[in-house]
């Protein structure tokens, strides 16, 4: 069974910051991963995702995420926070050999940028 | 392109009634899938419908049910509504639903459950 971990359900940060969110994932077989943001009364959108190419994944916006297998660890970084980053950041799994299509979730970490 | 289309956007109803949500998917994709939003639970994996066949079903009771018509579009229904059905109800379609596909999301269908 595969799962994700988020640490930390709120995280807030000056504008201007360093944006470090945290995700684990469990999966018995290769993962990928994904990060979605949801801005209030939206769905979800795709940040970036990590299918077993590169580790150091590049997504929209400037964030990145790097792939640690070791520490099975996919955490969400953004070298300087903007306002506009103020939302709420998803961490999801899926497996390689899938027969369907199914996210497995974290939490969610709501990011707050002060000003 | 259009994008992931849901119907209603908000819905009110009260307990024992039954509801069908929509979505339509991206034109040319396939694969649709629901998942159900709360503030207690989270994001949960509903069913995934492909070619008009579900191919995965999350751990939801027999009250919750879905098709996909050959155009792709997509119904869910939610039989003897409870008061713990209120949620957001999201969409999502992708090309072929493999893993490593991106998922578009819709806006969502708020259900409010007196």
């Known amino acids: 069974a595969q799962s994700v971990t988020q640490l930390g359900s709120h995280v807030s940060v000056s504008e201007g910051a360093l944006v470090l969110l945290r995700c684990n994932y469990s999966s018995s077989v290769p993962p990928y991963l994904f990060w979605y943001v949801q801005y209030p009364n939206q769905g979800l959108q795709l940040l970036l995702k990590y299918t077993s190419a590169a580790t150091l994944v590049k997504g929209i916006n400037g964030f990145e995420a790097e792939f640690k297998k070791s520490e099975t660890s996919f955490h969400l970084t953004k070298p300087s926070a903007h306002m506009s980053d103020a939302a709420e950041y998803f961490c999801?799994?899926?497996?390689?050999?899938?027969?369907?299509?199914?996210?497995?979730f974290g939490k969610g970490t709501k990011l707050s940028v002060i000003p | 392109k259009a994008g992931v289309t849901q119907t209603p956007r908000y819905l009110i109803k009260t307990r024992g009634q039954q509801v069908t949500l929509s979505c339509s998917p991206i034109s040319g994709h396939r694969s649709v899938s629901w998942y159900q939003q709360t503030p207690g639970q989270g994001l949960q994996f509903l069913f995934e419908y492909f070619s008009e066949t579900q191919r995965n079903k999350g751990n939801f009771p027999g009250r919750f049910s879905g098709r996909q018509f050959s155009n792709s579009r997509s119904e869910m229904n939610v039989s003897t509504l409870e008061l713990g059905d209120s949620a957001l109800y999201l969409c999502a379609s992708s090309l072929e639903g493999q893993g490593n596909e991106k998922l578009f999301f819709g806006s969502g269908t708020q259900l409010s459950v007196l």
């Open positions: 999801a799994v899926t497996y390689t050999g899938a027969g369907s299509y199914q996210l497995t």
